[in-house]
C-alpha cells in the first residue's frame, strides 16, 4: 500500500445554496423558473404532455370474483394420505371428511380428483369432477367412485 494508491473517503457533501461564489448558489443548480425549480414537487409519470407509458399500454386480466374453489387431488396423493396411520381414513373419502381431517384448506368447495399416479387400496370416493383416466384406475383397483352433481 503507497499513498498514491490510497482512495480518498472523507469527502464533504456539496452544500447548495451557499452563495454564488460556492459554485452551487443562486439557483442551486436546478436552472431558472419552471415546476421543477420549485420546492416539494414531483412529476410522477408526466412525459410533458404525452401520453405516458402506463396509459399506453393495454390494461390485462383480473382476478374473477368468481372463480371456482376447486381442490385438486391426484391418485398418488390419495393413495399417500391412505398409508399414513395417522390420517386414519376408512374406505369412504370426500370433500367433508378431508377438510375435518385437514388434508385439504376448508376454503374449498368442490373436490376434483386426476389421474396422476397409482392408487392400490380399493376406496370408494364422492368428488364433483374426475378425469376419465382416475375413474379407469380407481375401478381398476377395486374402488368407487360417484360423482356429485350440484
Given at each position: 500500500m503507497e499513498l498514491n494508491s490510497l482512495v480518498k473517503n472523507n469527502k464533504k457533501k456539496i452544500r447548495v445554496g451557499r452563495g454564488i461564489g460556492s459554485g452551487k448558489g443562486k439557483t442551486s443548480s436546478r436552472g431558472h423558473k419552471g415546476q421543477k425549480s420549485r420546492s416539494g414537487v414531483?412529476?410522477?409519470?408526466?412525459?410533458?404532455?404525452?401520453?405516458?407509458?402506463?396509459?399506453?399500454?393495454?390494461?390485462?386480466?383480473?382476478?374473477?370474483?368468481?372463480?371456482?374453489?376447486?381442490?385438486?387431488?391426484?391418485?398418488?396423493?390419495?393413495?399417500?394420505?391412505?398409508?399414513?396411520?395417522k390420517n386414519d381414513l376408512k374406505n369412504m373419502i370426500d370433500l367433508n371428511i378431508l377438510k375435518q381431517k385437514k388434508l385439504v384448506n376448508k376454503k374449498y368447495l368442490k373436490l376434483k380428483i386426476l389421474g396422476g399416479g397409482e392408487i392400490k387400496k380399493n376406496v370408494e370416493i364422492s368428488a364433483h369432477y374426475a378425469s376419465k383416466q382416475a375413474a379407469e384406475k380407481i375401478s381398476k383397483a377395486g374402488g368407487k367412485i360417484n360423482i356429485i352433481k350440484k
Amino acid at each position: 500500500m503507497e499513498l498514491n494508491s490510497l482512495v480518498k473517503n472523507n469527502k464533504k457533501k456539496i452544500r447548495v445554496g451557499r452563495g454564488i461564489g460556492s459554485g452551487k448558489g443562486k439557483t442551486s443548480s436546478r436552472g431558472h423558473k419552471g415546476q421543477k425549480s420549485r420546492s416539494g414537487v414531483a412529476i410522477k409519470s408526466f412525459e410533458g404532455g404525452q401520453m405516458p407509458l402506463y396509459r399506453r399500454l393495454p390494461k390485462r386480466g383480473f382476478k374473477s370474483i368468481k372463480s371456482k374453489k376447486i381442490a385438486i387431488l391426484n391418485l398418488s396423493r390419495i393413495q399417500n394420505m391412505l398409508e399414513v396411520k395417522k390420517n386414519d381414513l376408512k374406505n369412504m373419502i370426500d370433500l367433508n371428511i378431508l377438510k375435518q381431517k385437514k388434508l385439504v384448506n376448508k376454503k374449498y368447495l368442490k373436490l376434483k380428483i386426476l389421474g396422476g399416479g397409482e392408487i392400490k387400496k380399493n376406496v370408494e370416493i364422492s368428488a364433483h369432477y374426475a378425469s376419465k383416466q382416475a375413474a379407469e384406475k380407481i375401478s381398476k383397483a377395486g374402488g368407487k367412485i360417484n360423482i356429485i352433481k350440484k
